[in-house]
């Protein structure tokens, strides 16, 4: 190596700054984990490097660039923090929800649904076994233990998370009361000394805070930071904090200027979904002339029907109306009339409010139908993680259970009311009530839950003679006939008929062998004395729907259960039908086979925000089982992805803050060491220049 390279590599790496470690110098920056770099002022310096043997420090423009790099670490590690808790919050629970449908083999020979109807079977080929009958009766029960448990623990589930939301808001108001603290103290002039500390202390806040929901800060020149949530709600403005609670089921109105409503609409019944109601047809209450449509989306689309149009609600004129999401609606009012564009936006859960000086805002988690969330509310964070989990996930589980039981119980009951056994019925009452006796059956008015179950068409009931056993006159062929009611025709249709109409059919049907009423909004049929009712052909289903003759009680998983009456008497179990003798026959199991073949029938299975499904019971329940598996397996997959890029902002900021002095000591080590071999090198050149100067010529 020629003398000149040795030289000047010498004195280039003199000129590179030698890394004393000298714990009160300043060339080691104060890197601690919540630390602040100090302020730099400007002094034209640019370079990154000052070109003075020696020393080590960093240009002011340096300094900015790894100032605003650490801020953006830190920004970025806060809002990762919120999207980590929203999933860490639901991954546990899901585990456990997928844990409890996996106990049921939905496709398995021997799972619930599968023995229940296989138990038909036994029963249609044997209708004189008592043990047969005992075997349906059993493995209903199992059933509905199956159903109802779930859907029990599904409730009880949804109810821990409320409470869960509820200790998670308290802990995250005493954080926003202890910002609103810090900034009162670093706006006092006797803490300019310890500014440092405050706002080391004031980043672990919000790191607390970012972990409870998801947040944005702003720090204003005299360090004071505002706080709000990602869709703008204020949190924080420096000197107050507002407040967020648990709120109970609630109707906020919104009226039109053309609205002189002065009433109020309460409701009855629980759903996980927000229901929006929007008046389309004004007038007074009343009147039972005004029209509404529903929402489940924040009136981004609207129930409808199967040629797409809006289902129109009517409230009648003592203030009810048609069910709506399995709430019960009242419109109360003594005067004023309401307006076409009124809305009313039903809440009917517990819910997460704001409370600001101008009222209280919703901020409660939604995600429309599409996946999507609603931006307008908390998005992240452990509040949003658990009300998600309480209202989309366990909520559309529950929406399913209830849809599978119900179909279960309709398709059941169509075949059981249509059959006979041989205990003899003098008096039946249905168990399915409506809202308006006096609006067609199949309509939203007439508030029956099983209203879209009927049809047109015939129904049959015969009134026998105990003693001999044969029908009455008037009713051998036991055609109920609507020609006595208007609109005067022959068959039952319910888009016309009401339940009022019903009942005024089957009096003049049944003339002096028996009686129809309507007690309590349900109807009741009675035998004249010494006379027994059989149930026969049902082409409308309006029996069924009404809950007469029926193996099956109830619309839901909830209050899923067997009739009373078969519960009471196996012998109850409709195993046969009528003959033409008005009588049913010991050996006859046809109804039982009937039932039994609906274990491979298809249903059409609809549920909000989804499509209409066509399968069979066992293959939808199976279909829930795999997606609360799906969704478990996707909970623990976000948390995992976010909470490795989460370390990685950790690392980013470990790094930045110096967190691992004995690196940063190492390295300095090992630029002193170069800066000595340098030195060395220098050494070395001059010895071998005075060694050539002194050669002789």
Do not use: C
């Amino acid at each position: 190596m020629a003398i000149t390279s040795l030289l000047n590599l010498g004195g280039n790496t003199v000129y590179t700054p030698p890394k004393d470690v000298k714990s009160t110098d300043t060339n080691i920056p104060v890197r601690n984990p919540n630390a602040v770099a100090p302020q730099e002022h400007y002094s034209g310096q640019k370079s990154g490097i000052y070109y003075l043997p020696g020393l080590m420090n960093i240009s002011t423009a340096g300094n900015e660039v790894i100032s605003r790099f650490m801020e953006q670490v830190e920004l970025q590690k806060v809002g990762r923090t919120s999207d980590f808790a929203r999933w860490d919050s639901q991954n546990d629970m899901l585990t456990t929800v997928d844990s409890m449908f996996a106990t049921e083999d939905a496709l398995g020979a021997q799972d619930s649904i599968s023995r229940f109807f296989n138990n038909w079977n036994s029963l249609g080929q044997n209708p004189q076994d008592e043990a047969a009958r005992q075997d349906v009766l059993s493995s209903s029960e199992s059933m509905m233990q199956m159903l109802r448990g779930q859907r029990e623990t599904l409730t009880a589930t949804s109810r821990a998370l409320a409470e869960a939301v509820h200790e998670s808001l308290a802990e995250l108001n005493e954080k926003l009361q202890a910002l609103v603290d810090i900034n009162a103290r670093l706006a006092a002039p006797e803490n300019a000394g310890g500014r440092a500390d405050l706002i080391r202390e004031r980043n672990a806040i919000v790191q607390a805070i970012s972990e409870k929901l998801d947040i944005e800060t702003n720090v204003n020149a005299h360090e004071q930071m505002q706080l709000s949530t990602r869709s703008g709600f204020v949190l924080v403005d420096a000197t107050s904090a507002y407040t967020l609670q648990l709120s109970e089921p609630s109707v906020a109105s919104r009226l039109t200027p053309a609205s002189t409503f002065d009433g109020n609409v309460t409701f009855s019944g629980s759903s996980s979904r927000e229901v929006t109601l929007e008046i389309t047809q004004g007038g007074a209450v009343g009147t039972g002339e005004v029209r509404f449509r529903a929402s489940l989306d924040g009136k981004r689309s609207w129930f409808s029907d199967a040629e797409g149009n809006d289902i129109q609600f009517a409230i009648a004129s003592n203030g009810t109306a048609p069910s709506v999401q399995s709430l019960n609606v009242t419109f109360n009012s003594n005067a004023g009339m309401l307006a076409s564009g009124d809305t009313f936006a039903i809440v009917p859960k517990q819910h997460v409010t704001g409370f600001t000086p101008h009222g209280r805002i919703n901020l409660t988690p939604q995600t429309f139908f599409d996946g999507s969330d609603n931006e307008l509310r908390i998005t992240g964070g452990q509040i949003a993680g658990l009300m998600q989990l309480r209202d989309t996930k366990i909520g559309a589980y529950a929406e399913k259970l209830d849809k599978l039981a119900s179909v279960l119980i309709t398709e059941v009951n169509k075949l059981h009311a249509q059959g006979a056994s041989t205990v003899p019925q003098s008096e039946v009452t249905a168990t399915n009530a409506v809202v308006n006796p006096d609006a067609p059956l199949a309509g939203n008015s007439s508030g029956l839950a099983t209203g879209k179950a009927i049809s047109a068409g015939k129904m049959t009931l015969i009134a026998s003679n105990i003693e001999t056993g044969k029908p009455a006159p008037t009713t051998a062929y036991g055609i109920i006939d609507f020609s006595s009611v208007a609109p005067y025709v022959r068959d039952f249709d319910p888009a016309v008929h009401s339940l009022n109409n019903v009942r005024d059919a089957i009096n003049s049907s049944l003339g002096q062998f028996g009686s129809a009423t309507i007690e309590n909004s349900m109807l009741k049929i009675t035998a004249a004395e010494n006379h027994t009712f059989s149930f026969g052909e049902d082409s409308s289903g309006l029996f069924a729907a009404l809950g007469m003759n029926t193996f099956f009680a109830g619309t839901t998983a909830s209050d899923m259960d067997v009739h009373e009456r078969v519960r009471a008497n196996v012998h109850a179990i409709n195993a046969g039908v009528i003959n033409n003798a008005g009588s049913v026959a010991r050996e006859n199991g046809d109804t039982a086979k009937s039932i039994a073949a609906l274990k491979e029938r298809s249903f059409s299975f609809s549920t909000p925000g989804e499509a209409t499904k066509t399968v069979s019971a066992r293959d939808y329940y199976s279909a829930l089982s795999a997606q609360a598996k799906d969704d478990a397996t996707t909970a623990l997959y976000k948390t995992q992805f976010n909470e490795a890029l989460l370390l990685d902002l950790s690392r980013q900021n470990a790094t930045m803050h110096g967190s691992s002095l004995d690196a940063d000591i190492s390295e300095m080590t090992r630029f002193q060491h170069s800066y000595k071999a340098a030195a060395k090198l220098i050494t070395s050149a001059e010895d071998m220049m005075q060694v050539i100067a002194g050669m002789p010529n």
